[in-house]
Structure formats: structure tokens, C-alpha cells
């Protein structure tokens, strides 16, 4: 069974020859990184922004309003990518993309936080992150 999972999940991070790879939604993109093992999968991702906050350095960006979640996906914005942000928007992260729905173009994985695993895509430039509504 576990063996199908990671077919069908790899089926929907892949696209096929010559065509490009629909984005995948927070349910597809934590079923690819479930069925990576401990992988990565490059991919585009979309979602809308239920939740956001910082902490630490860095900024998140949530699928879900509670960020523990098994079925979020958090896009985090590390400093580098926040000062992008903050220099195009004039705005926090977290005040730009608040019930925004956004596109990602990254690589998404499973990290260890805590107690729980959360699925973490960390954009290395502003540009991977689109708001399209």
C-alpha cells in the first residue's frame, strides 16, 4: 500500500515530458513530501494564507490557521527573502500576503519542529513567491 502512495504521490510532483507541472495544492504537496521520505520534491505550490507570524528571524506563511496542523504547508521567509519583501512592498511579510492566495516555486520537505513535522517550503528569493489572488 505504502508503495502505491509513493507512486501516486510522485506521479503528482513530476510532470510529463513536454509539459509543465500543474501547481500542486497544501494536500498534494504534503502527500509529495510524505511519500519523499525524508526528500526533497521541487515543485509549484499554491495556496492561501490562513495564518502567518514570525518568529525567531524568520517569517511563516500558513495553510492552515493552526500551523501544528498535519495538513499545513509553511512557506518560511528567511531574513534575506523578508528585506526583498519589505524593500518592494514597503510592508512585513505577514502583512503582504494575510488571506492571500500565492503561488511558490520551490522545493517543499518534512522538518522536524518540535514535537511534529510540519511541510516547509523556504523560497530563496521573493520572486519564487507570487500572490495571484
Not at 500500500?1 to 507541472?21: D, H, V, Y
Not at 520534491?41 to 517569517?59: D, I, K, L, R, W
Not at 519589505?86 to 503582504?96: C, G, H, I, R, Y
Not at 519542529?113 to 523560497?123: A, E, K, L
Amino acid at each position: 500500500m505504502r508503495g502505491l502512495f509513493l507512486i501516486a504521490a510522485l506521479g503528482l510532483a513530476q510532470p510529463a515530458f513536454g509539459q509543465a507541472a500543474p501547481a500542486m495544492d497544501p494536500a498534494k504537496a504534503v502527500a509529495a513530501a510524505l511519500a519523499a521520505n525524508g526528500g526533497e520534491v521541487q515543485g509549484v505550490f499554491e495556496m492561501t494564507v490562513a495564518s502567518s507570524a514570525g518568529s525567531g528571524f524568520n517569517y511563516y506563511l500558513n495553510s492552515e490557521k493552526d500551523y501544528r496542523s498535519d495538513a499545513n504547508l509553511a512557506i518560511v521567509i528567511v531574513p534575506e527573502v523578508r528585506n526583498e519583501i519589505v524593500a518592494k512592498s514597503k510592508a512585513e511579510p505577514n502583512a503582504v500576503f494575510q488571506g492571500k492566495r500565492i503561488r511558490v516555486t520551490g522545493v517543499v520537505r518534512r522538518v522536524a519542529v518540535g514535537s511534529h513535522f510540519q511541510t516547509r517550503i523556504t523560497p530563496q528569493h521573493a520572486s519564487q513567491i507570487e500572490i495571484i489572488g
